[in-house]
C-alpha cells in the first residue's frame, strides 16, 4: 500500500511545479508584452485545466481505497470543496484582491505587458499566483481566480492525505485532509484570489517531499521536488525567504546526518538543491534588479543604493510587535508573550487585535501525544519548522493568521498522529469520536454561518444583479460606477483613503504607496497659494479626486498648520467641484 502514496505524494508536487513554471512562463512573456497573446492565456488555461483534472481524478477515487469511515469523512471534505466552488462564483470584494492580486493584474492586462507600478512598491514582490489570476482578469472572468487558489488548498489537501495514507492507512490520511481544508482561515482564503494557500501548498511540498529525500538518498528525485517547490514558495510571497531559511537549514541538518555519503556526493545534493531552488525565483530578481538596482525591492532597501527613479517605499513607524501591541490594544506582557498559543484559541475574522482570522485549537491540543511511536525524527524535523516559523512570525513581523499559514500543514500531520496514537491506547475511542466531531461540527459551522452572511444564492439566482451586490458589499463601488460612467476615457483619479481599493476602476488611477496621502500632504505645505497645489496635482496629470471625506478631514486637521489649513480650504472650494457623493465617498473634478 506505501508505493500508491508515495506517487500520488510525488505527482502532486509536480502538478504544483507545473503551475508555477507556467505561471513563470506567463511572466516571462507578459515582460515581452505577450499580454493579449491568446496562445499565452490560453497555455495558462490548459495548465489550470489539466491541473484541476489531476485533482478530481484522485479526489474521487479515494472513496474505493477505504472504509465506511473514511468515505464519511470524504464527503465531509465533498460539502466543503463544494460550498467553496459556490461561494468562488461571488464578484471579489475582500481587500487585497481589490488591492493588490486582482488589481495589478488588471494593470497589466489593460496595457498588455507587465508593467512597473511605482505607487504600489508591493507590486514589486514576487506575484507567481498573480500571474495565473490575470488571463482571466483580462478575459473578464475574474471569479475564477478564487477558484485557482481554492485549487491549491485541496492540492494542499491531498499531499497530507497522500503522507498520512502512507504512514497509516488512507482513513487517517482523509482526517488530515480534512483537518486542513476545514480549518476556518482555510476555509474563508479558499474563495478569495489571494496567494496564502500557494504559498502554503508550496512549503508542505517541499517540506514532504525532503521528508521522503531522507529516506531514500539514493536518488535525487525528491530533492529535486523539494528544492522546487521552495523555489516557487519563494516566488510566490515575500515570507517564502522565510520558509527557504528554515528548510534549508533542515535540509542541512539531514545532510550531516548518518548514514553520512561520500563528499562528492554530498556536494551533488547541495548543488542540486541550491541551483533549483534559485531557478523558479531568478527572473524575479533579476526584473527588480533592472528596474530598482534592488534585487528583492522593496526590502533590504539599506544594501541597494537605489537610483533616482526608484518609486519610494511606504514610511512605517519603528515600533517592535510588543510595543505596537501595548499601544493599539493594551497588552500586558503575559498576553503578548502568549501570542502562540493565543493564535490557536482567541483568533477573530476582521480583527487585528485577534490576528484578523480563526485557527483551530485540534492543531495543538493533541500535540503531547503525537510524538510517540515510529518516525519520531521526522516528527521532530515536522515540529521544528513549525516552531521555528511561528515564532518568527509572532515575534517579528505584524501578526496575521495568513502570514503563517505554512505552519498548519506540519501541525495537522503531528496532530493526526496524536489521533492514532490516542486511538490505540484509548478504551473507548468514542470519546475520541465524540471530540473530532465536535471540531468537525464547529468548523462546519464557521463555514455555514459565512456562507448565509455573504447570501451567494440570491447573486447566484439573479435576483441580485453584479452591480447590486457590489453596491451592497463596497460603499465605494456607486463612487467607481459614477467615475466610470461619467468620467473622460482620458481621466485619472486620485484615491484618497480609500484604501487603494482601486480594482473596480476604470480609469487610470493613483495613490500613495502607503495608507496615508503623503503626496497631498507635502504639496500642501510646499505650496503658498491654491494655484500652486493645483500644479503639483496636474504634475501627475490627476483630473479628478475620489475622497473619503471624513479620513481626510481629520488627518489634514491633524497633520496641517492653522494657515495651512486654511490654504487646503481656499484650494477646496475654489478648485475642487462636487461631482458625486455617496456613502461618505465623493468625487470632485480639479479646476485650474
Known amino acids: 500500500m506505501e508505493e500508491p502514496f508515495s506517487r500520488l505524494l510525488s505527482r502532486t508536487g509536480w502538478v504544483g511545479c507545473l ?22 492565456n490560453f497555455s495558462v488555461a490548459v495548465v489550470l485545466v489539466l491541473s484541476t483534472a489531476f485533482f478530481l481524478a484522485n479526489f474521487f477515487a479515494i472513496p474505493s481505497q477505504t472504509n465506511w469511515i473514511g468515505r464519511t469523512v470524504w464527503l465531509a471534505i465533498l460539502v466543503f470543496l463544494l460550498t467553496e466552488v459556490i461561494l468562488g462564483l461571488l464578484p471579489p470584494i475582500s481587500r487585497d484582491e481589490l488591492t493588490h492580486h486582482l488589481a495589478i493584474p488588471r494593470l497589466y492586462a489593460n496595457a498588455g505587458r507587465i508593467i512597473e507600478v511605482p505607487m504600489a512598491p508591493y507590486a514589486y514582490y514576487p506575484m507567481l499566483l498573480d500571474m495565473l489570476y490575470t488571463p482571466w482578469v483580462y478575459w473578464g472572468y475574474d471569479f475564477v481566480s478564487k477558484w485557482i487558489h481554492a485549487l491549491y488548498a485541496y492540492l494542499t489537501g491531498l499531499l497530507l492525505y497522500a503522507y498520512l495514507a502512507r504512514r497509516m492507512n488512507a482513513e487517517y490520511g482523509l482526517v488530515g485532509f480534512f483537518i486542513f481544508v476545514s480549518t476556518p482561515v482555510i476555509a474563508r482564503l479558499s474563495h478569495w484570489a489571494y496567494i496564502d494557500l500557494g504559498v502554503t501548498f508550496y512549503t508542505t511540498a517541499a517540506l514532504l517531499a525532503l521528508l521522503r529525500w531522507r529516506d531514500k538518498r539514493e536518488t535525487l528525485g ?33 545532510v550531516v546526518q548518518p548514514p553520512r555519503k561520500s563528499l562528492r556526493w554530498i556536494g551533488r545534493e547541495m548543488c542540486t538543491f541550491g541551483v533549483l531552488t534559485l531557478l523558479p525565483f531568478l527572473p524575479w530578481i533579476t526584473k527588480n534588479w533592472l528596474q530598482t538596482g534592488n534585487p528583492l525591492f522593496p526590502l533590504l532597501g539599506g544594501f541597494f543604493a537605489p537610483p533616482g527613479s526608484v518609486p519610494a517605499k511606504a514610511v512605517s513607524g519603528g515600533f517592535g510587535i510588543f510595543a505596537k501591541r501595548e499601544l493599539l490594544y493594551g497588552e500586558n506582557i503575559w498576553q503578548m508573550v502568549s501570542l502562540p498559543l493565543r493564535i490557536f484559541f482567541s483568533g477573530q475574522d476582521d480583527n487585528p487585535q485577534y490576528f484578523d482570522g480563526v485557527l483551530t485549537p485540534i492543531l495543538i491540543l493533541l500535540l503531547p501525544w503525537a510524538f510517540q511511536g515510529k518516525w519520531l525524527e521526522e516528527k521532530k524535523l515536522l515540529a521544528a519548522f513549525a516552531l521555528v516559523f511561528l515564532l518568527y512570525a509572532v515575534f517579528l513581523v505584524d501578526l496575521r493568521i495568513r502570514y503563517i499559514l505554512p505552519v498548519v500543514p506540519p501541525l495537522v500531520v503531528l496532530a493526526v498522529y496524536g489521533v492514532f496514537n490516542t486511538y490505540l491506547r484509548m478504551r473507548r475511542p468514542v470519546f475520541l469520536f465524540a471530540g473530532f466531531i465536535v471540531f468537525a461540527a464547529w468548523h462546519g459551522i464557521y463555514l455555514w454561518n459565512y456562507f448565509t ?29 459614477y467615475i466610470n460612467r461619467s468620467t473622460a476615457p482620458s481621466a485619472k483619479i486620485y484615491l484618497l483613503f480609500v484604501g487603494r481599493r482601486a480594482y473596480y476602476c476604470e480609469r487610470d488611477y493613483f495613490h500613495d504607496g502607503g495608507e496615508l496621502p503623503g503626496y497631498l500632504l507635502g504639496a500642501i505645505r510646499a505650496a503658498t497659494n491654491p494655484d500652486e497645489i493645483t500644479r503639483a496635482l496636474k504634475r501627475k496629470q490627476i483630473t479628478h479626486l475620489m475622497v473619503r471625506g471624513n479620513l481626510l478631514a481629520e488627518f489634514l486637521g491633524h497633520n496641517l498648520s492653522a494657515n495651512q489649513v486654511a490654504l487646503w480650504n481656499q484650494f477646496a472650494q475654489s478648485r475642487l467641484e462636487l461631482k458625486f457623493r455617496d456613502r461618505g465617498h465623493a468625487v470632485y473634478q480639479l479646476h485650474g
Open 453 to 481: 452572511e455573504a447570501t451567494p444564492l440570491r447573486y447566484l439566482s439573479g435576483i441580485e444583479s453584479r452591480a447590486e451586490y457590489l453596491g451592497r458589499s463596497l460603499p465605494e463601488y456607486a463612487s467607481f460606477q
Open 222 to 254: 525528491w530533492l529535486s521536488l523539494a528544492a522546487l517547490s521552495l523555489g516557487f514558495a519563494f516566488a510566490t510571497k515575500p515570507n517564502g525567504l522565510v520558509v527557504a531559511l528554515v528548510i534549508s537549514f533542515l535540509f542541512l541538518l539531514i
Open 19 to 40: 503551475l508555477g513554471f507556467s505561471a513563470t512562463w506567463y511572466f516571462l512573456f507578459g515582460l515581452a508584452g505577450y499580454v493579449h497573446s491568446f496562445w499565452l
